[in-house]
């Protein structure tokens, strides 16, 4: 690719080959490891003077994630990069995105900083847990949506009576664009968050009653969300229980849970590395065409919106 080069971090170097094979373009050569304390050691070992560098790293823990695109955005800086895109398929830090309570921290806003003044030019990003989020750094970010991704694999197992659940309020919107591009009912779970990763179903709205369901979600962490949503949903007499979301945050136990669960499928994205191996359950669907799309028109000055479905 001319002018163009991909620099992969070391959260998930599999999507970013992936990229590189969707655009043809190898893997910039880089050296990115460990000095003896533990300190992040960079250095690039190819001439990037006035190129298109996009840097891709997701940012879930260990902080050091987002330490090292903080540290490859300054190597990229004073390289004399001509522009530097972060490609960061999953957003850490995300959920803390406004001050709902007394004496909590906006992180979402706080990580957007560190990457403006660590040096990048631009942002691609994909189903950011708020879209608001977008306005919290001072470069362009462009959002992207997995939607294509997953609809399609909801569209191949031909489910009769579908309804979509959004399993909190925050879901809808996506609830609501995926209900209409597949011709189903929505319904919304009324859902309480009693502690960080506890949460309470209060009431479902919508009808599930003897109907196939498919619950819809940015992001499973602790599982906590889904299992509470699936556990009222059987209640309430719901046909089959599939899950969809398109970050594979799975902390703790989530896959112990789901596996228990009336759950029959969850399908995730590999925005995040998962190994199936941990849950036969999860099915992960690749999205590197969408955001190797998304790079090859940023890189030609071309529109990405008719990426945003
Ligand atoms: C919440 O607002 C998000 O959209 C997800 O529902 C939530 O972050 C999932 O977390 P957990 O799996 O820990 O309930």
């Known amino acids: 690719m001319d002018g163009l080069k991909l ?7 599999a999507l970013a080959e992936k990229i590189g094979e969707y655009l043809g373009a190898e893997l910039c050569d880089i050296e990115l490891d460990r000095f003896g304390d533990g300190e992040i050691h960079a250095k690039i ?6 190129v298109d560098v996009f840097i891709i790293q997701t940012t879930n823990p260990p902080a050091e994630n987002l330490i090292e695109l903080l540290i490859l955005n300054d190597t990229c800086f004073r390289a004399s990069a001509g ?15 406004r001050k709902d309570q007394p004496r909590v921290p906006i992180t979402a806003k706080l990580v957007a900083k560190l990457i403006d003044v660590s040096g990048a030019n631009r942002v691609l990003t994909m189903d950011l847990h708020s879209a608001q989020i977008q306005g919290f ?10 939607a294509p991704v997953l609809l399609e694999y909801i569209k191949s197992r031909k489910m009769q009576d579908l309804t979509i659940v959004s399993p909190d309020v925050g879901s809808m919107k996506m609830g609501r664009a995926f209900a209409k ?23 479902v709205i919508g009808d599930v009653d003897g109907r196939n369901i498919v619950i819809l979600d940015d992001m499973i962490s602790s599982g906590s969300t889904l299992l509470q949503a699936a556990g009222e949903l059987t209640l309430k007499g719901a046909a089959s229980i599939m899950a969809c979301a398109t970050h594979p945050v799975f902390s703790g136990d989530a896959c112990g849970k789901i596996m228990k669960s009336s759950i029959s499928e969850v399908v ?8 199936p191996g941990r849950c036969p359950k999860v099915k992960v669907l ?15 000055n071309e529109s990405v919106s008719t990426l945003f479905v």
């Open 181 to 203: 591009r597949l011709n189903a009912e929505l319904a919304v779970v009324d859902k309480r968050r009693s502690d960080k990763d506890k949460t309470e179903v209060m009431n």
């Open 83 to 97: 522009r530097i895109t972060n490609v960061i398929p999953y957003y850490g830090y995300a959920r803390q995105d």
């Open 268 to 275: 995730v994205s590999n925005t995040l590395p998962f190994d």
């Open 137 to 146: 750094f001072d470069v362009p970010a462009d959002n992207l949506f997995a």
């Open 286 to 300: 690749d999205v590197s065409s969408i955001l190797g799309e998304a790079i090859l028109r940023i890189h030609s």
């Open 45 to 50: 070992n190819e001439n990037i003077r006035g």
């Open 7 to 13: 620099i992969a971090g070391n959260s998930n170097r």
